[in-house]
């Protein structure tokens, strides 16, 4: 089944450790996407990307990095820069122009 | 830069009725996309319902309809015949029809279900 797949689903972390988070997908979608959600709060993005090889920072960027080294695959690393990295975080991909983004499951990750 | 506001943190509604869900949303931009995402307790983000910006027919998709006021920047979600399943975080969402499909959410709202 075509979809995307985030692991892994809870990710526990140490302070001044960085962290990366996995996104794959098989729906040949050109864009992927990063989403950071805290509660009380609607999504934020962190970092997308529309091509291979290219990506942009989101509105909350500060703290993260990721890769698109091939289409499937866009991982997030959350840093030790990152203040206050406990989130659920959503990987999402789309065809651009297209309407529909799809997500995955999300990863719960929680400093400790 | 887009907003997008929900200003109805928690909404209850009994089984069968209807209920709807607000959202303003301010963009100086003509041709865009508004949403609605489901999640439910699994977290999953679902599509509910989009609407395109050009169209002034509001959007239906069986017990789900929108009603989009393009000049009052106000896109709500109705709800009609509430069933139990319905029961999750609504987010309305925004997001431009050129380039990269970034979304722009607002806080949302925990719909419940009351049988």
């Known amino acids: 089944d075509g979809g995307i797949t985030q692991s892994p689903k809870y990710l526990f972390r140490k302070e001044g450790q960085n962290v990366t988070l996995s996104c794959e997908q098989n729906?040949?979608?050109?864009?992927m996407y990063w989403y950071r959600q805290d509660p009380g709060q609607g999504l934020r993005l962190i970092y997308y990307s529309q091509i291979v090889n290219d990506f942009q920072k989101g509105d909350i960027a500060e703290g993260y990095s990721v890769s698109r080294e091939k289409k499937e695959s866009f991982p997030l690393t959350v840093t030790s820069a990152q203040k206050n990295p406990t989130a659920f975080y959503l990987c999402?991909?789309?065809?651009?122009?297209?309407?529909?983004?799809?997500f995955g499951q999300g990863t719960r990750l929680t400093v400790v | 830069a887009q907003t997008v506001t929900q200003s109805q943190p928690e909404m209850s509604v009994q089984e069968a009725e209807t209920v709807t869900l607000s959202c303003t949303y301010d963009?100086?931009?003509?041709?865009?996309?508004l949403f609605w995402y489901k999640q439910p307790p699994s977290r999953q983000m679902i599509l509910v319902i989009r609407q395109e910006a050009y169209k002034q027919q509001n959007a239906t998709e069986n017990r789900f309809s929108v009603n989009f006021q393009k000049a009052a920047k106000s896109f709500s979600l109705k709800i009609s015949d509430s069933q139990l399943g319905d029961a999750a975080m609504y987010f309305c969402?925004?997001?431009?029809?050129?380039?990269?499909?970034?979304?722009?959410f607002g806080q949302g709202t925990r719909l419940t279900i009351n049988p």
């Open positions: 969402a925004y997001s431009l029809i050129q380039g990269a499909q970034k979304l722009v």
């Open positions: 729906l040949n979608h050109d864009a």
């Open positions: 999402a991909s789309s065809i651009p122009g297209y309407t529909e983004a799809f």
């Open positions: 963009t100086s931009e003509s041709d865009y996309y």
